[in-house]
Structure formats: structure tokens, C-alpha cells
């Protein structure tokens, strides 16, 4: 099976730009997260969305947004982006609805904003 | 708030050196566990888990953790470590009714000097 994939790989914005991150998850996951890996904050996370539901969401202002499509393919959105949103943006994916599972990530997505 | 501390920020071993990384969680309900391992220019990839049942799991690559529930422990250990276990690891903590939601901690990058 292919792994969790994302697109962009990289992407550079100017602030105050919004941006468009995407996701796919492997075949048949349902659920996809979202997280921001920072040097100074680590890896924290953004949100959670099963059956095109948002799930659990972070403590992220309300700029950072994201959905699902019925393909479970995911998407986030930064709004009106600051320097601090600079960060690698990873997605993962699993099987299971409720219960405990195990998540599969993908390789990321390198923002920067200058 | 949930958080996770792992102890050591760097650690530098020598190869077939015995290896162990801490991590305490501040959870009082259930929780399951998790080990993930970033290599160079890798993505995040599961090492091992622990959801329920014996407390001492193995995972891939010669890896075993072991939860200890009275001191909020999942401390991830490997007998002798080889030049390719170099890489940064990450404790993670999902508490049991927070669906998808990892609570990472900071990261261990782990030197092994062949």
C-alpha cells in the first residue's frame, strides 16, 4: 500500500498570504490529524477529522482550519499567515473510528514565511 | 493540560552501549503509549505501542518499552544500539477517550558513534 502522502513537499509565503496544505491518506484510513513540528514547540497538534467530521482540535488560533473530503483526503488552511507559522506541517492517518489505533505519518510539508 | 517530559534532549553513545530514553506523562486515566523514531530526512515512523496487556511491548529494530502505570512511565530501551539507530525519538501519549490526538514530547536525538 502507499504511504500517507502530502503536497506540497515545500512552499514559501509571504505574511499575510494564506496557504493550502493537502493530504492523502493511505487507502481505506478514515481518520487523518494534523500536526505542526516546530524546533522550539516540537510536534503539536492541530486537529483530527473522521468521516469528513472534525474530531479534536488544538489549541491553534482560529486561522489554522482544515476538512475532509469524502475520500477522506484532507486539506488545512492557514489564513493571514505570520513568520511564526514557519514549521514542518505533517499529516497521519489510521484505520480505526474510536478506540485505540495506531497513526501512520507522512513525510510533511516545509512551510516558510517570509 | 496533559503534557509529556522526555529527559534527555541529546544523547551520545558508542555502538553496542545499552540504551535507555525516558518519558513520564502527566495522564491519571488510561492512556496508550507510543514510541516514534524520525531518521535523517525521514518521516516520523512507529517503533512500538502500548494500548493494553503485558507491560513490557517489543517493537521493530531490537526496541522494548516498558509501562510502568504507578510512575507514569514509558521508558523505551534497546540492549545494544547500532550506527543506524542515530536519530531523534519521540515519546507519544493518547488518552484513551481523545480519539486520534497525540500529546508528543520534546524529542530525544540520539548519537551513536560507530
Known amino acids: 500500500k502507499a504511504g500517507v502522502t502530502q503536497t506540497p513537499r515545500y512552499l514559501i509565503k509571504t505574511r499575510g498570504q494564506q496557504v493550502t496544505l493537502s493530504c492523502s491518506p493511505i487507502?481505506?484510513?478514515?481518520?487523518v490529524s494534523w500536526y505542526q513540528q516546530t524546533p522550539g514547540q516540537g510536534l503539536q497538534f492541530l486537529f483530527e477529522?473522521?468521516?469528513?467530521?472534525?474530531?479534536n482540535k488544538g489549541n491553534f488560533p482560529g486561522r489554522f482550519s482544515g476538512r475532509q473530503f469524502s475520500n477522506s483526503r484532507s486539506e488545512m488552511n492557514v489564513s493571514t499567515l505570520e513568520l511564526g507559522d514557519s514549521a514542518l506541517y505533517l499529516c497521519?492517518?489510521?484505520?480505526?473510528?474510536?478506540?485505540?489505533?495506531?497513526?501512520?505519518f507522512g513525510p510533511g510539508t516545509r512551510l516558510t514565511v517570509t | 493540560a496533559q503534557s509529556v517530559s522526555q529527559h534527555n534532549h541529546h544523547v551520545i553513545l558508542s555502538e553496542a552501549a545499552s540504551l535507555e530514553l525516558g518519558c513520564n506523562y502527566s495522564?491519571?486515566?488510561?492512556?496508550?503509549l507510543f514510541w516514534y523514531v524520525q531518521y535523517p530526512g525521514q518521516h516520523l515512523q512507529l517503533l512500538l505501542k502500548?494500548?493494553?496487556?503485558?507491560?513490557l511491548v517489543k517493537g521493530i529494530k531490537g526496541f522494548e518499552a516498558e509501562f510502568i502505570k504507578s510512575k507514569f512511565s514509558f521508558n523505551l530501551r534497546k540492549p545494544s544500539v547500532q550506527w543506524s539507530d542515530t536519530a531523534e525519538y519521540f515519546c507519544?501519549?493518547?488518552?484513551?477517550?481523545?480519539?486520534?490526538?497525540?500529546?508528543f514530547g520534546q524529542g530525544t536525538e540520539l548519537s551513536v558513534k560507530p
Open positions: 487507502s481505506g484510513h478514515r481518520s
Open positions: 507519544a501519549v493518547n488518552e484513551d477517550n481523545q480519539g486520534g490526538k497525540l500529546i
Open positions: 502500548y494500548f493494553s496487556g503485558d507491560p
Open positions: 477529522y473522521f468521516s469528513e467530521t472534525q474530531r
Open positions: 495522564y491519571g486515566g488510561t492512556v496508550n
Open positions: 497521519a492517518s489510521s484505520l480505526a473510528g474510536w478506540g485505540p489505533y495506531e497513526q501512520y
